[in-house]
């Protein structure tokens, strides 16, 4: 079954690990970019990479991001020479970002450097770049900040409350080449248990996408928040920040113009009324990827609803 799947860091990539299991080169995964920025020389793409690492069998588990057993010697030196060191880039993953900037200055498009990064990697599913254009989110503090992401997220611990997200270069940003024709094709799309504001939302805001998803027959979302609150990272606080209400039942609102079904966790099935009130199929299954194990239950579950 030709699968497409949006996904932005560890919610999406435990998810596309499964998918990947039980659909091989039938799964295309289309990255967020807009946490991508410029450290150290070199064009980062965090979301890309987790992704890629996980697909490829090499990611830091524990950690999330990152190639497991990976060394910080790079960033320590730098640290001692008086360099910000706060983005904490492994060695390896430095290579990674170092390779796509390269094929980036001899002209590549970023799609076409990622094509060939995770193919060396040993990814078997196809994994699209959202943009080939600079899209970059720009998060505005309720203390009247303006942070680029990597400063509220890595920098700032993504502890500041969000009063808005922005995404600068949007309008003109087209969606990368096989973006719009793989959604088009797709037998099913997937919304990952990724970020609503931060990695899904990137993607859906690219112009043509949001039309393609609601004119598509199937798009099953599966619920990044479970029992209330974000397993990582800021996805709960900023439902609360942002006035979007509470629970797996706000984030299905937030993708009511073009989700057929909503997939809460067991735990949730409490919520699937609400979600059905917004003319959404409601299902629950057990989403909790906490191994392998359970990211392809998830995934053929998925399959078969
Ligand atoms: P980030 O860039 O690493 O923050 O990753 P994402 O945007 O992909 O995902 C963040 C969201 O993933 C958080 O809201 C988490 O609750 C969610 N998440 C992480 N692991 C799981 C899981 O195993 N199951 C579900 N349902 N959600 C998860
Ligand atoms: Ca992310």
Redesign the pocket.
Known sequence: MKVVAL?????????LVGLQSVTGSDLTAIV?TG?DAELYGVHVS??LD?VTYWLAGIADHER??GIEADTFDLVDALERLGEDAWFRLGDRDFATCLARTRRLRAGMTLSEASGELTRRLGVIARVLPMSDDSVRTVIETSDGRRLEFQEY?VKEHNRPEVAAVSFDGLEDAKPAPGVLDALADAELVIL????PF???APITSLMGVEETLAAHPRVIA?????RG????????RMLRSLGAGAGAAAVARLYAGFCDEFVV?VSDRAESAAVEELGIKAVALP????DRG??ERLASSLLEL
Do not use: E, H, Q, Y
Not at 7 to 15: E, H, N, P, R, S
Not at 192 to 195: I, K, Q, V
Not at 287 to 290: E, F, G
């Open positions: 996904a932005g860091g560890v919610g999406g990539a435990k998810l967020n946490d965090p979301d987790i999330g991001w997220f990952c248990p990724s970020n931060l990695s899904i599966v619920s990044p928040i479970v609150a974000a397993l990582r990272g800021p996805a709960d966790d989403t909790i990827m906490s359970a990211s």
